[in-house]
């Protein structure tokens, strides 16, 4: 089986005036979960200073344990566009399931996919109805193949704005959360134009990993990341463990302009 809708480029697209793939490389940061307004406010004010355009921030949590916090729902959704339209920053979350959509398209802009559900092909096929950028999260469990075709679904919908994202495969490796595959990025871009993310909080679950894993990500030729930021990642209600602070990011961000010179890409 073979991608077809996502080998001629080069590719790119832009959101709020903002171009993801080709030359550019973006930071996407927020919590894990949204927690309430002035937190998120808080955070998403740290990042703005930072330069960085895309705020991150869960509202329906796919979680493995149901007696884990599920998250706020819409209610979070609310005060993610809140604070996107305060800070004028692009807001990112997950949708769960196909139900959500109308109010997922109301009130993001753009529509995250986690790994749990790169296999629901109804609702990528939703997802390519509409207009708004797609992130499609590898399956923890899924080769690149089944990976890409997924996003096919989704480009054969109609909707072009997809952005793939490795987060972590299972393996036998027990040291870190999940398996950070990052020869899946050169992988990829032999078979596909999609930008090509990398998520290495979900992948390591450990704090300290975030910033080799962030600098491999950029050298092996990644299109940008998405790391779970927190202004007091110890207090945070999920994730805290792979959770870093604005200063420790700002700290991954300083050096990446000379890997990213690699590609001939810049933040
Ligand atoms: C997330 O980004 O919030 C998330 C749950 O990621 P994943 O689907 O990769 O586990
Ligand atoms: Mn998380």
């Not at 109010?103 to 109805?129: A, D, S």
């Amino acid at each position: 089986m073979k991608v077809k809708l996502q080998k001629s480029g080069p590719y790119h697209f832009e959101i709020k005036g903002k171009i993801i793939g080709s030359d550019y490389f973006r930071i996407i940061a927020g919590p894990c979960t949204i927690e309430n307004y002035p937190d998120l406010l808080a955070i998403a004010r740290k990042l703005k200073a930072m330069d960085i355009h895309f705020l991150r921030g869960g509202a329906f949590k796919l979680r493995t344990s149901p007696y884990s916090f599920q998250g706020l729902g819409k209610s979070a959704l609310e005060i993610l566009a809140r604070v996107g339209e305060e800070t004028g920053m692009i807001t990112v979350s997950e949708i769960t399931c196909i139900e959500d959509l109308d109010v997922m398209y109301r009130l993001v802009n753009v529509i995250q996919v986690g790994t749990r559900n790169m296999n629901n092909f109804p609702l990528l096929r939703k997802l390519g109805e509409i207009d708004h950028p797609v992130i499609l999260k590898r399956g923890m469990a899924n080769t690149v193949e089944e990976w890409l075709l997924a996003a096919e679904h989704i480009l054969a919908a109609g909707n072009r704005r997809v952005i793939l994202c490795e987060r972590g495969i299972r393996t036998f490796e027990t040291a870190t959360r999940y398996t950070l595959d990052l020869s899946a990025i050169p992988v990829v871009k032999a078979q596909s134009q999609l930008p090509v993310f990398v998520d290495p909080s979900h992948s390591a679950g450990i704090r300290e990993l975030i910033k080799p894993l962030s600098w491999a990500a950029a050298a092996a030729g990644a299109d940008g990341l998405i790391i779970e930021t927190h202004i007091c990642p110890d207090e945070a209600v999920c994730d805290a463990g792979q959770t870093i602070t604005p200063e420790a990011l700002q700290q991954i961000i300083v050096p990446l302009p000379d890997l990213l010179k690699l590609w001939h890409k810049t933040l």
